[in-house]
Structures are given as C-alpha cells and as structure tokens.
C-alpha cells in the first residue's frame, strides 16, 4: 500500500490562489475531517465550495474549492484531491501540516508523475515531456513537448519494437527447433528489416541536434578588455538596464547570466569581466572566471572599441580564442566609424574568418543584425520543426546505443555467425529502446530522473 502524499502544486509565494494535491487512498478520508464533514461524498471532476478548518481551534481557516478525482481517472491513477485556497503562504502551508498530522506525508520531487507511471496512466517518456514543458522557455520547445507527452514520441518507437521482436522470436524459433540454418530468403528478409529499423532510428536520433537546440538554447559569452562596452550591450540586447555600467574600468568583476529569446531560440547571454592583467585580487577571480566562460561557450562574442586602435590585450584575446567559435563585435560606432587599417588587423589577427559587425550598444545601431549574427553559425541545426525533435540527451543516447546494436547483429548476420550471437544484440536494442518508455528502465535511474522533477510533479 503506498502513502498518501500532499503537495503544493502552484508556484510559492502570494498569488490569487494555490492549489494543494493530496494523492493515495487516505486522501478523501483527510479532507472530510479537514471540512468537518465525515458525510462529505463528492462527485467526481466538479468543484465543492466548502470551508476549511483548524483542527486545533476549530476555526474557519479558508474557504476552499475542492475538486475529487476518484481512481484509476486521475493523474497519478490513485484518488486525488486537489484543494484550490486563497494564495497565502500562511494559509496553504497551514492546510498541508494539518494533511501531515492527518497521516499524509510530503511528495519527493516529481512523485506524482512517479505513480502516474507505475499506475500506468503514461509512460517515461510522457512523464520527462511534462517536466521539459513546465522547464519550456519558448513557444516551439512547449510545443515539442506537447507533443511528447501526447504519446508522439511512443508511438514513433513502438513500430521499432514490435518489429524487433517479431526478429527476435524467428531467430528465437530457429535457435530451438531448427537444425539447419534459415532458408537464405528468410535470412535475406530479416537483414533487410533490421538495415530498415536502424535507419529509421538514426533519422529520429540524427534531430536531436536541433532538438537540443530548441531546448536548452545556446550560452553566448560577451568577451573584451574593460571599458569596450561589453556590459553596455549586455544591457542594449536584454532591452534593460541589468548590468552596472561606468567609464571605470573593471567594473564587473563576476559573471552576469540572464535569457532572452532569438527567433525561437533560448539564449544565455553572460557578461564577463574585462580581460586583462591586474593586481586587483577580487577583479582577478573574475578574469579567470571569464576565461573559463569562453570554454564552456556555444559562441564567444569579442568586443572591440572602435573608436581605439587594437590594444595588446586585444590580440591576446584573439590568441586565446583561436579555437573557439566567435563573431566579433566593433562597438562605439557612434564615436567613430572603423578604419580600413583596423578591420585588416584584425582579420591578420585570427586564425579563422570571422563575421565582424559594426555596432553601437549606445544607439542600438545593428542589434538586429547582431541578433541574426549570433544564431546564424547554428541555423544549419534547424530542421523542419514540424516534424517531432528527440530534444532529451537520455533519449538521444539510447537510439544511438540501440542502432548500434542492430547494426552489429545485422554483421554478424552477414558473417553467418550463429544466432545466438546475433540475438545478443537485438535483445539489447530492445531494451535500450525500453529504457526509453519506461519498460526496462531500473529503479536507480527512475529515481534518478525524477529528482529533477519540481515537488508538485
């Protein structure tokens, strides 16, 4: 028998209501005394206005809707109740230590998507599309995900399984009742379905570079020596005042890390100290932060000043960066307008040919060509976004484990190697393809995923 678990399943914080969602056999029983009412019968999937009391005073403590999903036609396949309150904090923390007293206890993170998945209302790969939605941070990855937990991705797979299997139990069939080997049209059909099932895996796989994309965007490192105005475009890109901005150099001295959105791709845009030798402890900290950053970076945008010729911290940027992908940016065009000299420097400065742009943070002069810039180097990645997109590296790596597999039964076939050995692995690819949904997966990786999960999930 599993506990009964309560949560709050709406943000924290002051709000115009909040919800708390008790789940598990005990849940009706806990909110008959929670309303003094032992009678209190609902009918399923419609609200009840009813009061709340305290169970130490016996005062009115809210007046609540209360909305009863009886089993198996809820969301976790359990009897849930689900309390919509007044949002005070005070008052829906108090509604949940009294379901604690009243023998409930507190849902671990993502535990009713857990139970939902062990009642059978959806499966893994449903479960993780519900997280990825609620973590959505642009309209095209929500829909992915929409997508995802509307069961898109399972039945993409279920073909690959059933197909699988039906191999399997001929190979099955021929390892135990057959002496000799498989009719040669037989053996020639099945290399031909397991050549069909792995290159329809590795077409679903090969979108997950766009996937990826969608979801968790791209880290976008601003890089220069002080005072080139890099916290300036920090702030003219964000469309607000967020990073301190002074004619002092060496103002920022840590990291400032926030997101915006370009064309449907969710960017973090981080603002690094100044590049440069110093003295200054502190400042220093923050220069070896922000050549860390560079490393860890999709795209390193070099700031210039153009109204200055290239310093030698200049050229040592450019050194440090010659392996990393850039575009650089000539900021203070509104002081002054590039010199040939200087574009031609820095072209004999880079090991590469970079996209340079002439900008001004202070005007806002080319942001926009400065926005298509910094997606432009990954708009390769972008498939046809009306087609579903594997976005999950769980998921990605396991279509790759598993096409390897049949690809190495469908070998050792060409070998005429025993079936035995060929079965190996087409049972593992049928399992990879599992760990997906749910099927094979083990208690240590369940655990695992749904750690990651918000507590009300």
């Known amino acids: 028998m599993m506990n009964t678990i309560v949560a709050l399943i709406t943000p924290l914080g002051r709000s115009g209501i909040g919800v708390i969602r008790l789940s598990g056999e005990k849940s009706l029983p806990i909110i008959r005394?929670?309303?003094?009412?032992?009678?209190?019968?609902?009918?399923?999937?419609?609200?009840?206005?009813?009061?709340?009391?305290?169970?130490?005073?016996?005062?009115?403590?809210?007046?609540?809707?209360?909305?009863?999903?009886?089993?198996?036609?809820?969301?976790?396949?359990?009897?849930?109740?689900?309390?919509?309150?007044?949002?005070?904090?005070?008052?829906?923390?108090?509604?949940?230590?009294?379901?604690?007293?009243?023998?409930?206890?507190?849902?671990?993170?993502g535990e009713f998507s857990l139970r939902a998945l062990a009642n059978g209302r959806m499966n893994l790969s449903q479960?993780?599309?519900?997280?990825?939605?609620?973590?959505?941070?642009?309209?095209?990855?929500?829909r992915q995900s929409v997508r995802q937990l509307r069961g898109e991705f399972s039945n993409q797979l279920q073909p690959f399984k059933d197909d699988l299997l039906n191999v399997i139990v001929v190979l099955e069939s021929a390892l135990e009742f057959v002496e000799d080997d498989l009719p040669a049209i037989q053996n020639e059909n099945i290399k031909i379905k397991l050549a069909e099932i792995a290159e329809k895996i590795s077409r679903i796989a090969a979108t997950f570079q766009a996937g990826k994309l969608l979801r968790e965007g791209l880290r976008v490192a601003l890089i220069g020596r002080p005072n080139v105005g890099k916290s300036s475009l920090f702030n003219a890109l964000l469309g607000h005042d967020r990073a301190i901005v002074t004619a002092i150099a060496g103002t920022t001295r840590d990291q400032l890390h926030e997101k915006l959105v370009i064309k449907n791709i969710p960017i973090s845009l981080i603002d690094t100290a100044g590049l440069r030798e110093t003295t200054d402890i502190v400042e220093n900290i923050g220069v070896e932060r922000s050549r860390r950053t560079m490393a860890?970076?999709?795209?390193?945008?070099?700031?210039?000043?153009?109204?200055?010729?290239?310093?030698?911290?200049?050229?040592?940027?450019?050194?440090?960066?010659?392996?990393y992908p850039i575009l650089i940016v000539i900021n203070k065009s509104d002081l002054q307008t590039p010199s040939e000299d200087l574009l031609k420097e820095i072209n004999f400065s880079?090991?590469?040919?970079?996209?340079?742009?002439?900008?001004?943070?202070?005007?806002?002069?080319?942001?926009?060509?400065?926005?298509?810039?910094?997606?432009?180097?990954?708009?390769?990645?972008?498939?046809?976004?009306?087609?579903?997109?594997?976005?999950?590296?769980?998921?990605h790596d396991l279509l790759l484990r598993a096409e390897a597999e049949i690809r190495?039964?469908?070998?050792?076939?060409?070998?005429?190697?025993?079936?035995?050995?060929?079965?190996?692995?087409?049972?593992?690819?049928?399992?990879?393809?599992?760990?997906?949904?749910?099927?094979?997966?083990?208690e240590d990786m369940l655990t695992r995923i749904f750690s990651t999960f918000c507590i009300g999930k």
């Open 296 to 323: 860890d970076a999709d795209l390193v945008i070099i700031i210039l000043d153009g109204s200055q010729t290239l310093t030698e911290e200049d050229h040592e940027i450019f050194r440090q960066t010659v392996e």
């Open 33 to 109: 005394k929670l309303i003094e009412d032992e009678k209190f019968n609902p009918q399923p999937r419609l609200s009840h206005l009813k009061k709340v009391y305290d169970l130490e005073t016996a005062e009115i403590l809210d007046e609540v809707l209360i909305t009863y999903f009886k089993n198996p036609y809820s969301f976790t396949g359990e009897d849930v109740i689900e309390i919509a309150g007044h949002g005070s904090p005070v008052i829906l923390r108090q509604i949940i230590d009294f379901c604690l007293k009243l023998d409930a206890r507190m849902a671990e993170p």
């Open 408 to 442: 190495t039964s469908l070998q050792l076939l060409e070998q005429k190697m025993s079936e035995e050995f060929v079965l190996i692995g087409l049972h593992n690819a049928l399992r990879y393809l599992g760990q997906i949904t749910g099927e094979t997966t083990t």
């Open 127 to 142: 479960a993780e599309a519900i997280r990825d939605l609620i973590d959505a941070q642009t309209v095209a990855s929500a």
């Open 350 to 395: 880079t090991h590469n040919s970079p996209t340079i742009l002439n900008i001004s943070a202070k005007t806002g002069e080319n942001l926009n060509e400065l926005q298509n810039a910094i997606i432009e180097p990954f708009a390769a990645k972008q498939t046809d976004q009306s087609g579903f997109l594997v976005s999950d590296a769980r998921h």
